[in-house]
């Protein structure tokens, strides 16, 4: 087996993916080379940025105090087409902004976070804004010069994020009133939001799509909504019936419409800021009807889990790329180490897992390719889409971790060494199985569109002509099995079968593919 496409993102798409559909990244691999990989070690070692909360003046700012060269990173990608390329043309296909994420993952898996989380803002702002909110706002986020605003996702609160349903306390009151804006006359449907996101990527975000209970809606996921929240008020913003927002003094003219309470201090993906906020009165604007929010809540994270894939395949790619170089190079009993025949067998093994990963995170493209623009119901390709992005967030993410360990007892001593890139692997690697849904919600999604949409049917049907037929009559036979168990049984036994349907299902599609 050749190794050497291991050690450049492009080759190993390139075995997958057509070269017209890469060539636009290949100045983009090449920055990363010659600059970007120096200043993402630097971002990494500098820590978690400063929060600057005011000015000299004592004026709430809010501002994130990143090295300079951050930007020049961040704006690469942006450049690159990670949010505008998508919409450039009539393809309506997501493809390019997930392959910009894997080139940027490779070099720097946080830095993907902007980019994926810009993406599942921008989506359903042209899925379900109102034409005067996307009049004002998509144009922001699809500039090619770098001068782009940017997107976030903030739906966890302080007691926990898989259980929105329950643990969303943010409430959203609805304002109808004149907005003195641009136009006097323009009057919009406004919403008050009060509350507070526990964690939040990418906070300082010109606009965040945010979860919130407008007053008077059920309780539980049913009663959610999504809105829209720009980082300033509008000019001459509204004053509530509480007055101004708390802090809300003008920076210039500028006023704050979140504030930012603290960054986290994280173990990884030092290169997106993730904070907690404070949203009090924050002028806010439904996205869809609101009925459909927590169908647009999950829309916008299907969105997110895809990046997360993607992600985690990059940085899985990225830790067996540093075990090989290393392994060429270090010499023990004489040779090289990649040359030991144990060695050398664990490479083989990891380079296949790798490639049926990769083949699991193009389905997962692809079918996402297919499904984005649908509104609720959905169709049934839908629900298969749903049921691959659970198995490969899942099983990409857990691998991504298992390399990454891997990658550092490949050097020995050297990877536990905080000057050296294996430790930062393990880092990044952790944080993965954990956003966009743990690996448990992972599993327990799954297992509910199995039951309630029988996706592993449609899932059986979509892989039949790459298996061995008697393989798939035998998991096919052990998913019914399991799902006649009573629900406790079901839910506390799933770890074993959804691993194995992952596995199953990313080695036939590598099949479809070969
Ligand atoms: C670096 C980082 C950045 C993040 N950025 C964002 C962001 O931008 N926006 C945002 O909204 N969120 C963000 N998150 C939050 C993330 O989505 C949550 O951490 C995640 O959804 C899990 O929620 P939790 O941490 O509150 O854990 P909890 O929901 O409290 O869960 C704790 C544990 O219980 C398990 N568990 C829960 N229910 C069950 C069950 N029924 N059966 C078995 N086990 C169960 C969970 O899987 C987990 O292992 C971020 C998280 C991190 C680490």
């Given at each position: 087996m050749d190794l050497q496409s291991l050690k450049s993102p492009l080759a190993f798409l390139g075995e997958l993916v057509p070269a017209s559909q890469l060539a636009p990244l290949k100045e983009y691999q090449s920055w990363w080379l010659t600059e970007g990989t120096v200043i993402s070690e630097a971002v990494d070692r500098a820590g978690t940025p400063w929060l600057r909360?005011?000015?000299?003046?004592?004026?709430?700012t809010d501002e994130i105090l990143f090295p300079p060269d951050y930007w020049k990173i961040l704006k690469r990608g942006y450049q690159a087409g990670a949010i505008w390329r998508p919409f450039?043309?009539?393809?309506?296909?997501l493809r390019m902004h997930y392959l910009i994420d894997y080139v940027t993952c490779f070099f720097d898996a946080g830095l993907g976070c902007p980019y994926i989380v810009s993406m599942s803002t921008t989506v359903p702002l042209k899925k379900y804004g109102t034409p005067e909110l996307q009049g004002r706002f998509l144009p922001q986020l699809l500039?090619?010069?770098?001068t782009n605003w940017q997107g976030a996702t903030w739906m966890t609160e302080v007691k926990g994020g898989s259980d929105l349903g329950a643990n969303v306390e943010t409430s959203a009151r609805r304002v109808q009133q004149t907005v003195q804006s641009a136009d006097p006359s323009d009057p919009k449907d406004l919403w008050l939001l009060t509350g507070d996101k526990y964690f939040s990527s990418n906070?300082?975000?010109?606009l965040a799509i945010v979860a919130a209970r407008p007053e008077g809606a059920p309780s539980g996921p049913k009663g959610l909504a999504l809105f829209l929240v720009p980082r300033d008020r509008d000019q001459g913003a509204i004053v509530s019936e509480h007055g101004?927002?708390?802090?809300?003094?003008?920076t210039g003219s500028r006023q704050l419409n979140y504030f930012i309470r603290r960054l986290k201090n994280k173990i990884g993906t030092r290169s997106v800021p993730t904070g907690e906020v404070e949203l009090r009165d924050s002028e806010a604007y439904l996205l869809g009807k609101q009925e459909w929010g927590i169908y647009l809540i999950l829309e916008s994270l299907n969105l997110s889990r895809v990046g997360n894939i993607t992600g985690s395949v990059a940085l899985a790619q990225r830790a067996l790329a540093d075990a090989l170089i290393f392994a060429e190079q270090r010499i023990a009993f004489g040779k090289p180490i990649v040359r030991h025949p144990l060695m050398r067998r664990q490479f083989d093994e990891r380079f296949a897992q790798l490639r049926e990963a990769r083949a699991l995170m193009w389905e997962a493209i692809h079918l996402l390719d297919e499904v984005w623009?649908?509104?609720?119901?959905?169709?049934d390709r839908y629900h298969l889409f749903r049921l691959i992005a659970h198995l490969a967030k899942y099983w990409t993410a857990e691998l991504a971790v298992q390399f990454a360990k891997w990658n550092m007892e490949v050097h020995g001593g050297l990877g536990v060494l905080a000057e050296y890139p294996a430790e930062r692997w393990l880092r990044e690697a952790m944080i993965l199985p954990i956003w966009e849904g743990t690996p448990h919600r992972q599993m327990l999604d799954g297992l509910e569109v199995m039951e309630r949409k029988r996706a592993h049917e449609m899932l059986f049907r979509h892989l039949a002509p790459y298996v061995d037929q008697s393989d798939l009559q035998n998991i096919s036979a052990r998913i019914e099995q399991h799902l006649q168990l009573p629900a406790e049984a079901k839910e506390a036994g799933i770890e074993p079968v959804f691993r194995d349907l992952a596995m199953f299902t990313a080695r036939a599609l590598a099949g479809k593919n070969r």
């Open positions: 909360m005011f000015d000299q003046l004592g004026k709430r450039a043309d009539d393809s309506k296909s500039r090619r010069d770098g906070v300082g975000a010109e101004s927002a708390p802090g809300a003094a003008a623009q649908e509104t609720p119901r959905y169709s």
